[in-house]
T-cell receptor
Framework: AQKVTQAQTEISVVEKEDVTLDCVYETRDTTYYLFWYKQPPSGELVFLIRRNSFDEQNEISGRYSWNFQKSTSSFNFTITASQVVDSAVYFCALSEGQAGTALIFGKGTTLSVSS | DSGVTQTPKHLITATGQRVTLRCSPRSGDLSVYWYQQSLDQGLQFLIQYYNGEERAKGNILERFSAQQFPDLHSELNLSSLELGDSALYFC???????????FGSGTRLTVV
């Protein structure tokens, strides 16, 4: 069973639009970690956020915000006032159990922001 | 610079050949993870080492093997290469008290 689902394969928006990337996860562990990574066209994986299962507080970092809802097993990512530089593939990932367990990635969402 | 160093950055080789990818983890990190990113399979976990010992295995083929040396650097060996092994191979590292995973910039392997 797929443990991290990113149902949106591709999203296209125009600059300054807000966009939300969806992530639904599946785990039986009560302790787990959720992550978002960005992969720009250059190919490297850029860490955006880590959230553990005991911390449901939403987080805002500049134009980025994350909504973690255990009730729906979702960890959605919103970019406010998108910019062309936000164009990238975004991955949601899950690490189950104790810290340091390998990441399980979703298939990724390709975000294209046009000017 | 993330602190995780992967070499080489690019590698082109022929089918049937064997290659070795190298990863130096961030200073102080004991765990090393290898991932394969291909167009059809996405980002897949291959194998994890912790302080020289294999800790977890993912979707690693029998033709692939890895090890972590006493200085904590790791090598991923890919043998009898096939066209389908063409992918971006990432290494990541983490510390014992876990502040997340740091990824290297990857090795792009092209099998022709």
């Amino acid at each position: 069973a797929q443990k991290v689902t990113q149902a949106q394969t591709e999203i296209s928006v125009v600059e300054k639009e807000d966009v939300t990337l969806d992530c639904v996860y599946e785990t039986r562990d009560t302790t787990y970690y959720l992550f978002w990574y960005k992969q720009p066209p250059s190919g490297e994986l850029v860490f955006l956020i880590r959230r553990n299962s005991f911390d449901e507080q939403n987080e805002i970092s500049g134009r980025y915000s994350w909504n973690f809802q255990k009730s729906t097993s979702s960890f959605n990512f919103t970019i406010t006032a998108s910019q062309v530089v936000d164009s990238a593939v975004y991955f949601c990932a899950l690490s189950e159990g104790q810290a340091g367990t390998a990441l399980i990635f979703g298939k990724g969402t390709t975000l294209s922001v046009s000017s | 610079d993330s602190g995780v160093t992967q070499t080489p950055k690019h590698l082109i080789t022929a089918t049937g050949q064997r290659v070795t990818l190298r990863c130096s983890p961030r200073s102080g990190d004991l765990s090393v993870y290898w991932y394969q990113q291909s167009l059809d399979q996405g980002l897949q976990f291959l194998i994890q080492y912790y302080n020289g010992e294999e800790r977890a295995k993912g979707n690693i083929l029998e033709r692939f093997s890895a090890q972590q040396f006493p200085d904590l650097h790791s090598e991923l060996n890919l043998s009898s290469l096939e066209l389908g092994d063409s992918a971006l191979y990432f290494c990541a590292s983490s510390v014992v008290d876990f502040d997340g995973y740091t990824f290297g910039s990857g090795t792009r392997l092209t099998v022709v």
